[in-house]
């Protein structure tokens, strides 16, 4: 689950699980234009990888019910080397803020003050596609309201992570999900969305140097 707002001059997001576990994240509104622009090219940069894998994880593994898919694909994913990735990707500043494409998938890096402690969140990047309106929106309300602020962009995130990190989780008012049909029906569309896009070419020297693997 992704759950995006905007607080105290900050794009908040909490991403988790329904079964607690969830990371919290600020991003002040001073480094959500170039973290948006970022995000448009990590999205289109998984993409590129993305249908492959999960062709590969729904004909190897067994999948039952309607979150059997989602579940394949979490327990594929956390078996992948993201260890290996994070070692390879340029660590300059401590309090950086990266995002990474790796296995058809948007790693997002994190430390404080965009999070408590070092983090990697892991997104699918058709998450990103379906909630891009949300986003856009909170980002707009963070700017206007760090226009209004007098405080300065790190204290006011502080205030909102501390915010959003004491409110309950999974939140108690929840979306109601899609049927089977039109999750397929979406997935089909944005299959041949892909297919008639020219393919993202990845800028110079934003390769990693990561052992290759095969699916």
Known sequence: MLE??????SLTM?????D???ICIVLPAPV???????LAHARLDAEEEYWRVLHHVTSSTPVNGPGGIPRAVEKWLLAQNWSGVLAAAADDAPDSLALITHVGHIGLRL?????VGRALAVFDPLQFQRLERNLLHACRTAHEQAVNSTVHPLETAALALRHISSQPWPPPVQPALPSQE???AYMRGR?????R???YIRADGNTLNLPSESL
Do not use: C, K, W
């Open 197 to 199: 896009r020219f393919p």
């Open 14 to 18: 909490r991403a988790g699980r329904d």
């Open 111 to 115: 430390a404080p003050p965009y999070t």
């Open 4 to 9: 995006i707002g905007a607080m105290h001059g």
């Open 182 to 184: 039109e999750a397929a």
């Open 191 to 195: 299959y041949e969305a892909f297919q």
């Open 20 to 22: 607690g576990q969830v």
């Open 32 to 38: 959500l234009p170039s973290f948006m622009e970022n």
